[in-house]
C-alpha cells in the first residue's frame, strides 16, 4: 500500500468539508438531484454515441432531461392555475 500524498489528502479532506457543509446547509435534496441528473446522463449518452461525436451526445442528454423538467413544471403550474379558474360546484 502506497502512502497518500499531499495533493490526495488535501482532495480527501475538501471533500468531506463538502460533505459536511451539504448537511449544515440542508442540501442534501440538492445533491442527489444533482448525483440523479449525473447518472442519468452518463447511462443515456452511451447509445447516442453511436451517431454524435465527442461530447454532443452528454449535450443532448442533458438539454432533453432540462426540456422534460422544465415541460413537466411548466404544465403542472398550467394545471394549478386553470384549476382554481374553474368554479366549484355546490353540492346537491
Known amino acids: 500500500m502506497t502512502t497518500p500524498t499531499r495533493i490526495t489528502t ?6 468531506g468539508l463538502a460533505l459536511i457543509s451539504i448537511l449544515v ?6 445533491l442527489f438531484a444533482g448525483l440523479l441528473v449525473y447518472a442519468l446522463v452518463q447511462s443515456l449518452a452511451p447509445g447516442l454515441e453511436r451517431h454524435l461525436p465527442g461530447t454532443q451526445a452528454h449535450w443532448l442528454v ?7 423538467v422544465v415541460g413537466a413544471i411548466t404544465a403542472l403550474i ?4 386553470v384549476d ?9
Do not use: F, G, N
Open 25 to 30: 446547509w440542508h442540501l442534501p435534496a440538492a
Open 84 to 92: 382554481r379558474r374553474i368554479p366549484a360546484r355546490e353540492p346537491r
Open 78 to 81: 398550467i394545471i394549478a392555475v
Open 62 to 68: 442533458v438539454l432533453v432531461l432540462v426540456t422534460a
Open 10 to 15: 488535501a482532495s480527501q479532506i475538501i471533500a
